[in-house]
């Protein structure tokens, strides 16, 4: 079973307190291919300009990724140039340059169209909603949103909230989106207004799933060194989707699991620039982190205390 990521293909230049990389692989289609593809065969469609170094893709047409989808365009590609100080859990941009992203319109190849599980990453939510348009009839569909988006594009990010199963956005985003102090609240709200699954990321604090019966909780692994931050959301997205994938069950025991497999790859994935963690990890490495988050909330209840 493959999954379908439509999103941005980037350049990225990150300087953090342990050190910097400059035009390395970026895009919240890069971070989930790579890091769905330890699960499953993964399908991307996105853009670049004709300056991509290409050959630094092979590693993920290594892994299982089919790049039909990736439009090559004329022109330069998108770049983001970031820092991070000692708070990891935010970025300080200082420079992006949306080169031929800002004109992407995403074209689902034929053989895409049937895929049975879909992300569609962080990108303008009329270009979500176009994609829905162009492939058939999807097992799951999940979104990625912003405070940009939120801001710019609600009644659109509304209309998408109808036409999707599951959202995926951080704290903030969703306090933004919801005007709801109170993430309960707001999970609640979004349940309401189309998606039957909201996935609230909260960085170093770990991440909480709402259904509309259930809430569920994943902490965050207690790493000793974070490198990079970046794209660790897109890689839980990507353990999270691929793991649905690879299994084929959508029981709400199966998703439980696959929230702890993202929390798993967002863990690996900042221990790296780039996606150089993603590439290098194994399935055992993977197994073995998902044991350790099983032992990290294990306990036995105490029981006529």
Known sequence: MSVLVVGSVALDSVETPFGKADEVLGGSANYFAASASHQTAVQLVGVVGSDYPMDKLEPLRARGVDLAG????????????GRYRHDLNSAETLETRLGVFSHFKPKIPTQFKSAEYVFLANIDPRLQIDVLSQVERPKLVACDTMNFWIESRRPDLLTLLGKV?????NDAEARQLTEQANLVQAARWILERGPKTVLIKKGEHGAFMFTKDSVFFAPAYPLESVFDPTGAGDSFAGGFMGWLARTGDLSEANMRRAVVVGSAMGSFVVEGFSIKRLLEVSREDIENRVQD??????FDRALGA
């Open 165 to 169: 199963d599951l959202i995926t956005l």
């Open 70 to 81: 990736l439009e090559r365009a004329e022109g330069e590609s998108f770049r983001w140039r």
């Open 293 to 298: 988050f099983h032992q990290l909330v294990a």
